[in-house]
């Protein structure tokens, strides 16, 4: 506590001075920018600084200097509702296309980064693997300044690491990669970002591949055989093949319990959130809905919760991501805090066919809102 009070003594002095104050906030919030980019200019070998440039793995298939296929150029959601979060939210998340889908081969592949991405001998990064011309600037792969040493994978091997932990991204980013699975060799192990949760470890078991990862920390990989799956789109933009693959690999998982057909989604203990909770989870108890917290279920409960509602109700978040498991035309209400919009779920909706409505919620910066029951009645 002393260390504390001795800073914000230091920090209160500081502040009479604004000019100095205001320089050293600027120096520290640049100089490790400073330090990148010096290390990407004139880092010598590998480990210290970031990528230099870019380069295309499908160009590198489709001039056959790489053993790879396309599978297919691109694909788009159906078309909009007239009262749509995507077009809302100003994301551009029904735009993103055409998004290429292929895999690609590459011997003695290095491997880089928080998301792991591939790195060629001349220090450039493949624009694929951190989402194309658009994010690759801001990638994490592309914004370190010092990797480990290499660690050295034998044999086959394919990633789904990507940018973004959660379990929305693990089905969405990740697990439509294992899609083209078949087109590697028979012994090709995938490489897995530590640590993650329940629910992927099951889905992993659903699809029979527990046995065939290797969990990771490193940020610097060489692998021998290299088996790059390319993400089905980008991220937090769904498109009908994953939606498809994952429904096909999935849904006959779903746990056989009798589950609700109308239930409310709590978030307890998270960012965002709704100040009257338990003024809306005792309405719906009342009402006779069932209310439900995901994070207490199994991944093959919650297929089945999903599977079988006919109406669900909840605040944004991660828990929506299975609607995945819905059935064509079931009723959603999804609450948005104003400041926080995101139009990802409702794309889900959209690939289904399902009823999707929202209502958006005056919110103060830490993004929690109230919800009035009178406006929520109206939507039920």
Not at 84 to 89: F, G, K, N, V
Not at 175 to 189: G, I, Q, S, V, W
Not at 196 to 206: F, I, K
Not at 232 to 243: D, F, H, I, W
Request: aromatic residues 14%; proline residues 6%; hydrophobic residues 40%.
């Amino acid at each position: 506590m002393a260390d504390v009070t001795n800073w914000l003594r230091i920090r209160a002095k500081l502040r009479q001075f604004p000019h100095l104050y205001g320089t050293l906030r600027f120096l520290r919030n640049v100089c490790p920018y400073l330090l990148r980019e010096f290390a990407r200019t004139f880092g010598i070998g590998f480990r210290f600084g970031a990528a230099r440039g870019f380069f295309s793995g499908l160009q590198l298939v489709r001039s056959g200097s790489a053993e790879g296929e396309l599978i297919f150029t691109g694909q788009s959601l159906p078309p909009l509702p007239d009262h749509s979060m995507i077009r809302h939210c100003g994301m551009n998340q029904n735009a993103r296309q055409p998004w290429p889908v292929f895999w690609a081969r590459f011997p003695n592949a290095r491997l880089v980064g928080p998301a792991l991405a591939v790195m060629d001998s001349s220090k450039k990064l493949m624009l694929e693997s951190v989402y194309g011309e658009e994010f690759c600037h801001g990638a994490c792969s592309n914004n370190y300044t010092i990797l480990d040493k290499p660690y050295f994978l034998s044999g086959s091997w394919t990633s789904v690491v990507g940018e973004f932990p959660g379990f929305y991204h693990w089905l969405t980013d990740a697990m439509p990669r294992l899609a083209l699975l078949e087109k590697f060799p028979a012994d090709t192990r995938i490489i897995v970002r530590t640590p993650y949760g329940p629910s992927q470890n099951e889905s992993l078991a659903m699809l029979g591949l527990l046995d065939r990862v290797r969990e990771t920390t490193e940020n610097h990989l060489l692998v021998e055989d290299f088996c790059f799956s390319s993400p089905t789109s980008m991220t937090g933009c769904v498109n009908p093949y994953a939606v498809g693959w994952l429904r096909e690999q999935f849904l006959k998982h779903a746990a056989t319990a009798a589950t609700p057909p109308k239930f409310f989604i709590t978030r307890k203990s998270k960012t965002r959130g709704i100040r009257n909770l338990s003024e809306i989870v005792d309405f719906f108890l009342s009402s006779g809905w069932a209310v439900l917290d995901m994070e207490e279920l199994t991944f093959s409960e919650q297929i089945a919760f999903f599977r079988n509602a006919e109406m669900i109700v909840g605040e944004h978040g991660a828990a929506f991501t299975n609607l995945l498991w819905c059935r064509p035309e079931c009723r959603i209400v999804e609450l948005f805090p104003h400041n926080y919009l995101n139009g990802c779920y409702e794309a889900i909706s959209i690939c289904l066919g399902l009823d999707h409505r929202f209502h958006v919620f005056e919110a103060d910066s830490g993004h929690t809102f109230h919800v009035p029951l009178d406006v929520l009645k109206r939507f039920l």
